[in-house]
């Protein structure tokens, strides 16, 4: 019926009862989880029959699609083959994805009115009792907020449901209510609002897979798409949170993570951050150093994205170009001329944030984090005239490196012991020199009367209390 062209005209006059129609009837096909071909019936007179095969998925997917094309919306069909759409639709676990993406394909193809006739069929069944309905008809809400005619319809008066919808214990309404007001932040004018959510966001971070994704790209519009100043406040006020999670064991929360950083501190760079707010950025450099020594590639890339991001947000143009290009073929180089520059600063103090940052590294169940931190500790070191340096500051880093001497991980545990022979040999050959030149200089200047002074450099702060609390354990 729906290929005959004398039922397009119906077809278009029906459109957005009969597409939510289909796709229920797609829900309830697939979760009957029957066989892929079954035998519909034999053809009776022919030498031991013939049988017909029949998908009963395939045939409901094949329903949808007509609707689309005697609807004359044959670009949807398309934009959801491009985007495999069509295999998110046919498995229960991934309907709602395949809602989500399908959506954007009518959003992106469809007139805003025929947008507008689709949220007044699917607004009677947020609430449905039927549970496929219902995620179907919620998917369909929050995805057409994307355009911005349908989200100056709903406005603010949606962010009530938006937020019930996230505090439900199924993770599928949660991500749903999540990407609500993620479309809701690309639009100006919801800003003051949706900046008042962020610590029930902040609190998704830590959730499963999908969830802190979502909670992560929300958060990520949020601020950049931000207006005025409180923007970085907010920036402030998630960076606690968002900072774990550039370090994840999860790839997809590691990416996503990395990612929507890259765009915050794009808009943090443009409304001109103060000192606090650089201080704060400056305390994702490490993690992301220790990232990029991902053999991911797709983390490798975000990684240089990021950090390139960084360097304008704190004035650091000499790094630029060299996070800019970076590939998994140089990313350790990478690493290593940002060690170099890092030590050419003479900022100690900050030098000694760094390294005390990544001393927590050491300890975490990873092998790979564990591997990159002594990997950034040693390029540091190397850099370093450990001569110059107290000798707390010394001990606190062998200190730190002896935690990992007898690491289950051989790589490991033969870094770790390089660095600390290096270390030790600094020390030892460059203190007899020094030992030998300071009497040389000593005797010459006692000759005029002048008193002389040896003074190292502190590169950690606290590193009496630090040692102190150490000895106590």
């Known amino acids: 019926m729906l290929s005959e062209t004398i039922c397009q005209e119906a077809v278009q006059e029906l459109y957005p009862r009969l597409l939510l129609s289909v ?66 639709l046919s498995s229960p676990k991934s309907y709602y994805i395949g809602i989500m993406d399908l959506t954007s394909g009518i959003v992106k193809n469809c007139e805003p009115f025929i947008l507008h006739r689709i949220v007044s069929h699917v607004r009677n069944l947020l609430y449905s009792s039927d549970d496929h309905q219902k995620v179907m008809a919620r998917t369909f809400y929050v995805q057409l907020l994307w355009h911005s005619s349908v989200a100056k319809i709903i406005g603010q008066d949606f962010v009530g449901d938006l937020i019930r919808w996230i505090k439900e214990p199924n993770l599928i309404m949660k991500e749903i209510g999540l990407r609500g007001i993620s479309n809701l932040a690309l639009h100006p004018g919801n800003s003051e609002i949706l900046q008042s959510l962020v610590p029930l966001l902040r609190d998704l971070l830590n959730n499963e897979v999908r969830v802190a994704v979502q909670a992560v790209k929300t958060l990520r519009n949020i601020i950049y798409h931000g207006q005025g100043e409180d923007t970085k406040v907010v920036f402030c006020n998630i960076s606690r949170q968002l900072r774990p999670l550039i370090n994840d064991e999860r790839d997809q929360v590691r990416i996503s993570a990395i990612s929507a950083l890259s765009y915050m501190l794009r808009r943090i760079f443009k409304l001109k951050p103060g000192s606090f707010v650089r201080k704060e950025v400056f305390t994702f450099l490490v993690p992301l150093l220790l990232s990029i020594q991902d053999n991911n590639i797709e983390v490798v890339k975000a990684c240089g994205g990021t950090l390139t991001e960084w360097t304008h947000v704190l004035g650091w143009s000499s790094l630029t170009e060299t996070f800019r290009h970076t590939t998994l073929s140089d990313h350790i180089q990478v690493v290593g001329e940002t060690c170099k520059f890092l030590v050419g600063q003479h900022k100690y103090h900050q030098l000694g944030d760094l390294l005390f940052q990544s001393f927590g590294f050491l300890k975490r169940p990873q092998p790979f984090l564990r591997a990159a931190a002594v990997n950034f500790i040693g390029l540091t070191t190397k850099s370093i005239n450990m001569n110059c340096i107290h000798d707390d500051d010394v001990q606190l880093i062998r200190h730190a490196l002896e935690c990992v001497k007898n690491d289950p991980r051989d790589a490991i545990k033969v870094i770790a012991n390089a660095i600390l022979k290096k270390i030790d040999e600094d020390v030892k050959i460059q203190g007899s020199y020094a030992s030998r030149l300071s009497q040389i200089s000593s005797n010459f200047l006692r000759g005029f009367g002048i008193k002389t002074r040896k003074r190292k450099k502190h590169l950690f702060r606290t590193v009496k209390r630090e040692i102190d609390i150490d000895e106590n354990h």
């Open 23 to 88: 796709l229920c009837h797609l829900y309830w096909v697939i979760e009957q989880r029957s066989p892929q071909k079954m035998v519909v019936y034999t053809k009776e007179g022919s030498p031991g029959g013939k049988s017909k095969p029949f998908d009963p998925t395939g045939c409901a997917l094949e329903v949808v699609k007509l609707v689309f094309k005697a609807a004359a919306y044959d670009e949807v069909v398309v934009y959801a083959s491009e985007h495999q759409c069509w295999e998110l």
